[in-house]
């Protein structure tokens, strides 16, 4: 059973730095890209960039690339998303989702992770 | 700045059909942007409905179809159960710039 667990919620004041999770299993990790999405409070999704874990290659939405970094290390099937110094205006549910470059599609998704930037 | 439209919301009757679409700002939709679909309910992830225009996932219910419709990509939900009330997100491909932009999403309501 393919599955992508992110993850808990985390907290924390402007200015911090973080690194979230999304660890795969049931499937090939090294075959497939690892996408992230941003979903602010009562928003839509906002797709922040994807990685392929297989070497790493990365590709950055221009609204986030500078603003984090996408990652992942496939010897524990797990790809991250990171932030050097955060904001209030990070404060957001954050979604991992399978991709599938030969199909064109995403199909299994992460079940979120929850970051509230608060002073 | 790449803008994908879709519809703010749309209200269909139960057994009723409905059409939600997405529009791209750089012209008309075609195969080449891979379009997806997700459905998403409040506090639920996105699930993944169509993929690459119009494939079902092995997951997707009969009911929901993909589909091209002048210039634009569209989800046909035929049918509608009371359970389809969600927000609807199309999301495209744009291969020169290698990236993926989410449309604003639809809110339908089954009443």
């Known amino acids: 059973e393919v599955q992508l667990v992110q993850s808990g919620a985390e907290v924390k004041k402007p200015g911090e730095s973080l690194k979230i999770s999304c660890k795969g299993s049931?499937?090939?990790?090294?075959?497939?890209?690892i996408g992230w999405v941003r979903q602010m409070p009562g928003k839509g999704l906002e797709w922040m960039g994807i990685?392929?874990?297989?070497?790493?290659?990365?590709r950055y939405s221009p609204s986030f690339q500078g603003q984090v970094t996408i990652s992942a290390d496939k010897s524990i099937s797990t790809a991250y998303l990171q932030w050097s110094s955060l904001k209030a205006s990070d404060t957001a549910m954050y979604y991992c989702?399978?991709?599938?470059?030969?199909?064109?599609?995403?199909?299994?998704w992460g079940q979120g992770t929850l970051v509230t930037v608060s002073s | 700045q790449t803008v994908v439209t879709q519809e703010p919301s749309l209200t269909v009757s139960p057994g009723g059909t409905v059409t939600l679409t997405c529009a791209s700002s750089?012209?008309?939709?075609?195969?080449?942007?891979?379009p997806n679909w997700f459905q998403q309910k409040p506090g639920q992830a996105p699930r993944a409905l169509i993929y690459?225009?119009?494939n079902k996932h092995s997951w997707t219910p009969a009911r929901f179809s993909g589909s091209l419709l002048g210039g634009k990509a569209a989800l046909t939900l035929s049918g509608v159960q009371p359970e389809d009330e969600a927000e609807y997100y199309c999301?495209?491909?744009?291969?020169?710039?290698?990236?993926?932009?989410f449309g604003g999403g639809t809110k339908l309501t089954v009443l």
């Open positions: 989702a399978r991709f599938d470059s030969r199909e064109g599609l995403f199909d299994y």
């Open positions: 049931g499937y090939s990790f090294t075959s497939y890209w």
């Open positions: 990685i392929y874990p297989g070497d790493s290659d990365t």
């Open positions: 750089t012209g008309a939709v075609t195969s080449g942007y891979y």
């Open positions: 690459s225009t119009s």
């Open positions: 999301l495209l491909y744009y291969g020169g710039a290698q990236r993926w932009v």
